[in-house]
């Protein structure tokens, strides 16, 4: 029998030797070493037991002890702090117009991928569209398994923003992957074999319309998991798990389920006050999902976890009397151990813009007015940076990232200022930020060496006006994607915005609150951010290019065309002394669904670079390859069939197929496109489900044929609009 060095042990001493050997691909050669009496086993012999042993070890101290040499990357946004910093530096400043494709790998996807891959050994575990997860090997991209776990394809139209999936967790033997339809699933590392599987929804599967996009965490014997859909019907939880055995150990929800005792515990007493007894928050849910942010500090022992949005998003409706509606938009810190809260910290007292507080948190240690602090960044959609003291809560400071009109700024307590007029209830007024945020999901990261956070920054402008007429769960025609089960309460674009879309990657500096440099993009929804100890920060655009910048003047100094739009963010790691970047690119979340910025419309595929990598870049297709870019034409309709269509098309259609002719079809094609042929067969094709195995919805009991017809009229009716504008 071989011998093996206890994972702990052999974590505590990389901690402290930080040129020991990294495990996985090199364990063998590490244990031998170690254990000059104990006969040598090549490692290559058994790939198999070699995969599940690099997994096998990855444990609380092997996580930390890997941030500090950064040869694997082991959890979505690389350690517990989150900082997406990599201390590799053999790509650098000086050499980084060297790197060439290593190898690239075809995810087959033609949705959004928000991944990160993630890399143990020398296997890289990487997800795409509708939670697929692929194993492959590391270091040529061959495929080693493919987990598809057929999310149903309904739950499509109960994601808000795509059918994405922002990548696995992995500890102690297994893969962790929480798919669409709500399971969290165990793999086994080496063969993609189920180890366990628990439904997550349970009682809620079918009374809310509710999914899973986020990567899950890891620490400790759990893995915890959220839940997303804050628009829709969904009440806010997040639950650990047994890693072993799958058995839920903890539960804390973000908002009440009721005023009245008895409450699931004492922070929900707390949340209970906060909320108006009367507001439709009671039918729809109350939101605030947390889909997308945590991170743990083992010292402190605390798991930090971003909420998000209210549901409906409209204040006035859902908690009429008003209140904090505690937990939305809050960071809170829980006890890992046992989900119970300890405190928060809200960014938005009663959101009621659909302002989540559920992006990326990133813990550091920063010296503020000469004392060393333990804090917490954010720069969640609201637009403001905020630095946060993560022992306690206590506000430090705010400042805004972008421009933003719906606060002047921050009191003392780190309470907002809210603008005159910011809740105007009649007036349309165009929000900055906008619901897709100042920043969105797209990771940031934090460089110690420059001191500076790495921002996807971005405007999408957008107007709201409280919608007078709102009924909570129920199809109006005219309010937006209400169809589809979306509880708004607020009408959208009833003015023009003024602002002009935007996207940059902006260089924050936390302590003084201000921006050092920033790198304009042709458009918003760029991919997320990776920096490491070679001077460098990688992002792929929305227009398709895959950058490095430096990290300290933010000049760009190489970049390389890739398949689509990049929304994902970057990883890094080495194998045998050779350090790879990789990026998972596929074109979509909620901004791309409708439109797009590049005209290379490649499937989903991971790249990996390395110094001069010789492999051949594959061959994209452009989009007049894959769609249609005529205007429809000939569709015979009725122009009284033209207004009822427009309201039918906002309450049915709008947030995932843009207006006809107008956008361009972003990850789904946009109908203003088509041949008249679809128009003609609109009604069978919306109620039969004939797209259905693609994620569209079947309207059957939500459409009448008629009505269905009036869509085509619409679209038919827009498309000649936009022909005759171009003309
Ligand atoms: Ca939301």
């Known amino acids: 029998m071989r011998y093996r060095m206890p994972a702990a042990l052999l974590a505590a001493l990389c901690s402290l030797l930080i040129a020991c050997s990294s495990p996985g691909a090199d364990s063998a050669k590490t244990e031998s070493a170690a254990n000059a009496t104990q006969p040598a086993v090549d490692a290559a012999a058994d790939p198999i037991a070699e995969r599940r042993a690099a997994v096998e070890r990855v444990d609380d101290a092997a996580i930390i002890a890997n941030a500090s040499h950064g040869r694997e990357w082991l959890t979505y946004n690389h350690g517990f702090s989150e900082q997406r910093y990599s201390r590799l530096k053999q790509i650098n400043v000086d050499n980084v117009d060297r790197l060439g494709l290593a190898w690239s790998y075809n995810l087959g996807s033609t949705r959004g991928v928000e991944a990160t891959p993630v890399v143990v050994g020398d296997t890289m575990y990487v997800t795409a569209s509708w939670s697929v997860v692929h194993a492959l090997d590391a270091r040529t991209g061959e495929k080693l398994w493919q987990y598809d776990p057929q999310v149903p394809r309904e739950y499509g139209a109960r994601a808000c923003c795509d059918v994405v999936n922002r990548g696995v967790a992995v500890a102690k033997g297994k893969v962790f992957v929480g798919t669409l339809d709500g399971y969290l699933v165990a793999l086994d ?22 999914t899973i996009t986020g990567a899950p965490r890891v620490f400790g014997d759990l893995v915890v998991i959220g839940n997303g859909g804050a628009e829709l019907q969904t009440r806010g939880y997040l639950t650990a798990y047994n890693v072993h055995t799958g058995e839920q150990e903890w539960r804390w929800y973000s908002v009440p389920e009721d005023p009245e005792p008895p409450f699931a515990d004492a922070s929900m007493e707390m949340a209970a006050k906060t909320w108006d ?13 947390m889909w997308d942010s945590m991170a743990y500090d083992p010292e402190l022992g605390l798991l930090y976890v971003g909420v998000g949005n209210g549901n409906p998003w409209n204040q006035d409706v859902r908690s009429p009397k008003g209140g904090d509606n505690l937990f939305l938009s809050s960071i809170v810190a829980l006890k890992a151990k046992t989900g119970e809260y300890v405190w928060h910290y809200q960014e938005v007292p009663g959101d009621t813009w659909d302002f989540t507080a559920a992006q990326h948190i990133i813990l550091a240690d920063l010296e ?17 940076f905020f630095v946060i003291d993560r022992t306690d809560g206590s506000f430090i400071s705010a400042e805004p990232f972008v421009d933003v009109n719906w606060a002047e700024g921050y009191d003392e307590n780190g309470r907002p200022i809210i603008a005159e007029g910011a809740r105007a209830k009649k007036a349309a007024r165009e929000m900055r930020p906008s619901a897709y945020g100042a920043h969105n999901w797209h990771p940031m990261s934090f460089n110690p060496e420059t001191g500076l956070v790495y921002i996807p920054a971005q405007g999408v402008p957008l107007a709201m006006e409280s919608d007078p007429s709102f009924q909570p769960n129920t199809h109006q025609p005219g309010h937006p994607m209400s169809n589809l089960g979306w509880n708004i309460g607020h009408l959208v674009n009833t003015i023009t915005p003024e602002a002009k879309p935007f996207g940059h990657l902006l260089a924050w500096d936390p302590v003084a609150q201000k921006e050092v440099w920033r790198q304009e ?8 951010t990776t920096t490491t100890a070679g001077g460098l920060v990688f992002q792929g655009s929305a227009d398709a290019r895959f950058i490095a910048y430096d990290a300290k003047t933010g000049d760009a100094l190489w970049q390389v065309p890739v398949s689509s ?30 439109q797009r910025h590049s005209e290379r419309m490649g499937t989903g595929r991971v790249y990996t670079f390395r110094l001069d990598g010789e492999a051949k870049m594959p061959e994209i297709p452009r989009a007049e390859d894959v769609r249609s870019t005529t205007l429809v034409s000939g569709y015979e309709y009725e122009a009284e069939d033209v207004g009822p269509g427009a309201q039918l098309y906002v309450s049915s259609c709008i947030f995932c ?9 972003g990850s789904l094609p946009n109908p203003g496109y088509v041949d008249a042929s679809v128009l003609e067969s609109l009604p069978t094709l919306l109620i039969e489900g004939a797209w259905s195995s693609r994620g569209m919805p079947s309207f059957k009991g939500k459409l009448s044929e008629r009505e269905a017809e009036q869509i085509a009229a619409f679209i038919q009716n827009t498309a000649e609009s936009v022909a005759k504008q171009s003309k």
Request: zero cysteines; charged letters at 15%.
């Open 189 to 210: 590392p080496a063969t993609g074999e189920v180890l366990w599987r628990t439904d997550t929804f349970g009682h809620m599967r079918e009374k809310k319309l509710q």
């Open 277 to 289: 007894p009367d507001g439709a928050w009671r039918e729809t849910g109350g939101g605030g999902t």
């Open 368 to 384: 503020i007015d000469g004392e060393a602090r333990k804090v917490l960044m954010h720069a969640p959609k609201n637009g403001f």
């Open 521 to 528: 993009y042709l458009s918003p929804w760029n991919g997320g």
């Open 565 to 594: 739009g990049v929304i994902a963010g970057p990883s890094t790691f080495e194998i045998d002394g050779t350090q790879y970047v990789s990026i998972a690119v596929g074109w979509g979340g909620v901004y791309g669904l409708a």
């Open 657 to 665: 197929h843009g207006v006809p002719g107008v956008n361009n079809g």
